[in-house]
């Protein structure tokens, strides 16, 4: 079990982290579901190695309960994490998680993102949600995003104190969502600010626009018959 091209994918996605200022030296990482598998598996980040160092061949492939199948090295120390989450979500592809700061400083809030802009609802169809807190290490941080993603229409959750999580059919769409977060996060925090210096208000979308910019993203907008842009 190679998983060649999937290695390449992981390796070049990893490098779009640090270009988007979401990640700062070896914080980060990105996991890809391998679909053929013998009992199911993953490719994952390797622990505590630079952005500049990683290699396609130093991705760590795992089983779904986290267990080395093939490294020297070691995998991310988020790895029991990102296992529970292809566990409990047969439709996940792929996972990001950050650190991002924008983002990040709404989770220390213990705030949602709420939704202030057209791109959010198209996006995440709402607010970008905030979990509970969840010490690192075991499984609580993922059944903490199961629990909050399942059913939810954001492909993106803000952890309490920590940092964000995405999700995706495929790692370059749960990326994708990691810098559109990191960039919803900013605008809507300058937004808020902006409106704290002035003496104004920021007016939240109404949940019925935010259904219609929703379904027109999700079924309309994009090249149809190709995978650009995706
Ligand atoms: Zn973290």
């Not at 996991?31 to 396609?56: C, H, N, Q």
């Not at 492939?61 to 267990?67: G, M």
């Not at 959750?157 to 999700?167: D, P, Y």
Request: hydrophobic residues 40%; contains cysteine.
């Amino acid at each position: 079990m190679n998983h060649a091209a999937l290695r390449t994918e992981l390796h070049r996605l990893h490098l779009e982290l640090p270009k988007n200022g979401l990640v700062t030296w070896t914080s980060g990482n990105i996991s890809a579901r391998v679909p053929d598998g013998d009992t199911g598996g993953m490719l994952i980040k390797p622990s505590g190695v630079t952005f500049e160092d990683l290699t396609p061949e130093g991705m760590v492939l795992t089983d779904l309960e986290a267990r080395v199948l093939d490294s020297d090295l070691s995998p991310s120390s988020d790895t029991a994490t990102h296992a529970y989450i292809y566990r409990h979500m047969p439709q996940v592809g792929g996972i990001v998680h950050t650190h991002s700061p924008y983002a990040t400083a709404w989770a220390a809030n213990a705030r949602d993102i709420p939704c202030i802009l057209t791109a959010q609802a198209d996006e995440f169809g709402g607010p970008v949600p905030c979990g509970g807190f969840a010490l690192i290490g075991g499984e609580e941080i993922g059944a903490e995003v199961v629990r909050v993603l399942t059913n939810h229409r954001s492909p993106a959750i803000i952890l309490k104190s920590h940092g964000v999580f995405t999700i995706g059919p495929t790692p370059a769409k749960a990326l994708k969502a990691a810098v559109m977060v990191e960039d919803v996060a900013r605008t809507v925090f300058l937004a808020y600010q902006l409106a704290a210096a002035t003496g104004g208000s920021v007016a939240t979308l109404d949940p019925a626009d935010i259904d219609k910019l929703y379904d027109r993203y999700t079924n309309v907008y994009g090249q149809r018959t190709s995978e650009v842009g995706k």
